[in-house]
């Protein structure tokens, strides 16, 4: 039948075109020249700041690590998803096993993009979606502090991921959706400066809203319940809600807050625990500044009474 030959002729040229599209769309993206240009000498001293904003350690340290230890970073945390299980890779400076022949053009891209040295996709279990807020200036500074880092041979596991979440291509689609440089939530007219700069650290390097957050059936965060808690990455328990007012921490001022984040301490004088212990201990290397400033953020976020109710310890 002449039609049906059209027909499925006219599905497969479709179907090829498709394939093509998915293809070209799904390709990696690199950081552009203007960016790149904007990265210049880093400033390891600075850096150190920006290592522990981002928590480096809490992933990519060995569980139960202390000390010291907390900076032969090797890797070995795992990850347990709905897509399967993340083992956090050795980014320490050993040239085989880790990132030690990383350039820092290199490390930008992995930073602010997502995208290997390779050129392939990383999956966002590396929260590259926060990252990518980033300003150029502080990942050159982070890059310069990771250098100074000691090399630690060895590799972890791969990841143990089922089809068709193993396929790396198809995160450059998951990047059209969730990979944006934009701030998550509008400062209301007025808000200062400190708000302004507690913004930056949450949402950009501190990426709190990836485990206090929600995330839809692509794995994505759910950017209109921002900060209202989550089930735990690994693979019980939940991460509470963090946003002013009922279901929250809105009985908490900033004070009680950033005092939190210094001692591990709750205003009813509870500790902190589960994941949150790591947390923590990397706020507490910040300075009083920065912490006020995340305070402020925190408390000018807009509630979400039907998150997950906060705790006394506020990420066990």
Known sequence: MPWLRKLVGAALVLGGVGAVAGWVMSAPVRLDAATVAQLGPGDAAKGKRIFYAGGCTSCHAKPGAKGEDRLALTGGLELKTPFGTFVPPNISQDTKDGIGAWSEEDFANAMLKGVSPAGEHFYPAFPYASYTRMKPSDV?????????????????????????????????????????????????????????????????????????????????????????????????????????????????????????????????????????????????????????????????????????????????
């Not at 143990?160 to 969730?178: D, E, S, T, V």
Request: net charge negative.
């Open 140 to 316: 050159a500074d982070l890059y310069a502090f990771m250098k100074t880092l000691p090399a630690v041979a060895g590799k972890e596991p791969d990841h143990q991921l089922a089809f068709p979440f193993n396929i790396r291509r198809g995160i450059g689609l998951w990047k059209r959706l969730y990979l944006n440089p934009g701030p998550v939530i509008a400062l209301a007219d007025g808000a200062t400066d400190k708000v302004a700069a507690g913004r930056y650290l949450v949402e950009g390097p501190g990426h709190c809203g990836e485990c206090h957050t929600p995330r839809d059936l692509a794995g994505g965060t759910r950017k209109s319940e921002w900060l209202a808690g989550a089930t735990a990455a690994e693979g019980s328990g939940i991460v509470p809600n963090v946003t002013a007012g009922e279901g929250g921490i809105g009985e908490w001022s900033e004070g009680d807050i950033a005092n939190y984040l210094e001692t591990g301490f709750t205003p009813d004088f509870d500790s902190v625990g589960g994941a949150m212990v790591d947390v923590q201990k990397n706020m507490a290397e910040l300075t009083a500044d920065d912490r006020a400033a995340i305070a402020a953020y925190l408390k000018a976020v807009p509630p979400h009474p039907n998150g997950y109710p906060a705790r006394k310890k506020p990420a066990s």
